[in-house]
């Protein structure tokens, strides 16, 4: 009897040997086997002949939960080099791609619900006991006649089926049970599939050659940068190129930063193919995840499109990879267990499995156009809008020399008052939510903070509450100063205070908000979408969300009111995602017929980013940086790994980096900077630390974690941390 090593949803570095049970256990199928006093789901790796523990001490595998593998050999040795690279526990990765009712051993088969005749009903047809409900005698008598229906053979049977069957079902005369999915062989299905509607656009040259050049790769691995301005049509691209895919029989996995904030992409897809498509994302009940996954795995689904985890997804013949917005931080998971960039693991996936990937985006991140510099990708420009937009005009609005209202110029004021007169809408940019980020006290200098966190609470004037951002406490806006009685100010804007200032400059306009704060569920997001959609409302005020993919073409203004946040900022990526922020805030505006224009507003419109930004462009501005990244050694020429630890006081988190540091000794390749505690120590009542590793080396830097890691680990002040390790971080708080 062969030896399984199984991996298990643990925090352990290790796999566990198990005897092979009942049946055959292949590599990446699930089992349930015994663990101390519980029964675990585990994920088989392989067979071996022998095992460090000796046989009679080896417990049998329980039960074999698939007779396939969910993870098949590719997608389970790309899992095994993402626990290598992000040197994480191997169980943590491999249950990472699966929804969480997989995990907890759920069947892997697709299924449907059908009803079927109970005996109580099947006596009732005899007897004709439904002389009075015709709709329903037919419904009973083709449940008799058959196996069971499901909802096709329900729509089959016309009109009134499924209300017929509900009534059945509440008589005791019909039950509902769930039954194996059927139907075509999924790879003939694919073969026979189309586009529902051809394109309503002809493509520019641009995006024509670059169909081609990436088409012109099927069969092999390709990476290529698809760098098109706003406007320019990088979907129609990425539509054109599944469209090929899908004709060839093959399937396509098209990843989003955030799919609230990408309705039209969605919708753009659902409405061009026929072919059914499985959405993945967080926002998913666990049971519509779980179904998006089988559809998935079974190769019913032919497109899967979804955020960071659905890199995971299990795809066979697959033929292309779509990374939307690839620049997007959102792709990297920055907390919880296994922190992974999905983008950098889509790549991988693509190489291995020898297909075309594709990362589009107005604005690369400096990584990525580093490896075109390089020529591990291939660069393709799409630097014309499609149609007849052209860029927008941007223009600096120096606040020294301007009086403000709430933190709006004189000079936006009036520009909206045009752009509005005309007929155009105005999008607002502030990414800071709330009425202020700050209470404060105008006699002793109070300020309202977070009791839980190293944070200022932000004041919501509605709700008249103080809320943290960071940890979520709540508490009530007070009237008075609660340490001298004087009198309290909100000194600050945020998106809630703008809207009020506006309503009141504007009186007739209408106006949405784009924002966490009012926008919790898909519905509400697509309602404020239409509100702007429909020309119903003429302003809209927004954080981060405004920015993310959104075709608004009578949005002839764009305003950012406070382009300073990251011009000074000790994080040495704050200065890319400024003016990442910035262009994908006036890539909003003059998409349309009419031409756009967009003011940005600052104290320092002298400053190097924002001067280039506006002279050269977003490209003029990376090679700068890039310039700036190679002096200093920093990311993309250098790599970074940060260890970071939490404890209940600063000493413990600082104490046990500062041991591991000393643990064991760096080689020459390696640098080691810190203990140092976060910009925030404290949030949510526990204080944060980390040691930074850097080396010019890739190679180097992962051979020293591998050894070092295992150092940290035995530590006696490890047990007193939550610790983590994170490779690549884009956040180094």
Known sequence: MPVMRVALDTPLRRTFDYLAGEGVAHPGARVRVPFGRRQ??????EAAATSDVPREKLKRIAELIDPEPVLDAELLALLRWAAEYYHHPIGEVLFAALPKLAREGATSRALREVWVATTDGVAAHESDGLQRAPRQREVLAALVASDGLDSEALVALGGGARDAIHALVKRGWAASQS?????????????????????????????????????????????????????????????????????????????????????????????????????????????????AWRDALSGRARIVLGTRSAVFAPLSQLGLIVIDEEHDASFKQHEGGFR??????????????????????????LESLHNAQLGRYARLALPRRAGEALPPRLALVDLRAEALRNGLSTTVAEAMRRHLAERGQVLVFLNRRGYAPTLACTSCGWIAGCTACDARLTVYARAARLKCHHCGADAPLPARCPQCGYEVRAVGQGTERVEETLATLFPETTLARLDRDVVRRDEELHAVLARVASGEARILVGTQMVTKGHDFPEVTLAVVLNADHGLFSTDFRAAERLAQTIVQVAGRSGRGTRPGEVLIQTEYPEHPLLVSLLARGYEGFAETALAERQAAGWPPYGRLAALRASALTLHEAVEFLGEARRSMAAPRAIKLLGPAPAAMARRADRFHAQLLVESSDRAALHRFLDAWLPQAESLPSARRVRWALDVDPLELF
Do not use: N
Not at 40 to 45: C, F, P, Q, Y
Not at 340 to 363: E, F, H, K, N, W
């Open 340 to 365: 992974y960039s999905a983008r950098d693991i889509a790549v991988m996936r693509a190489q291995r499995a020898g297909v075309p990937i594709v990362l589009g985006t107005a604005t690369p991140s």
């Open 40 to 45: 675990l789901v585990g994920i088989v790796l």
């Open 179 to 291: 039954a194996p999915a059927t139907g075509a062989d999924p790879e003939s299905t694919a073969r026979a599939a189309a586009p529902v509607t051809a394109s309503p656009f002809t493509l520019t040259a641009e995006q024509a050659a670059a169909v081609d050049a990436i088409d012109g790769g099927r069969g092999r691995f390709g990476a290529f940068l698809l760098h098109g301005i706003t406007g320019s049509g990088k979907t129609e691209v990425y539509l054109r190129l599944v469209e090929r895919v899908l004709a060839r029989g093959e399937r396509a996995l098209v990843l989003v930063p955030e799919i609230g904030l990408t309705p039209q992409l969605v919708g753009r897809f659902a409405a061009r193919f026929s072919v059914p498509m499985a959405t993945l994302h967080s926002a998913l009940t666990g049971t519509a995840r779980l179904a």
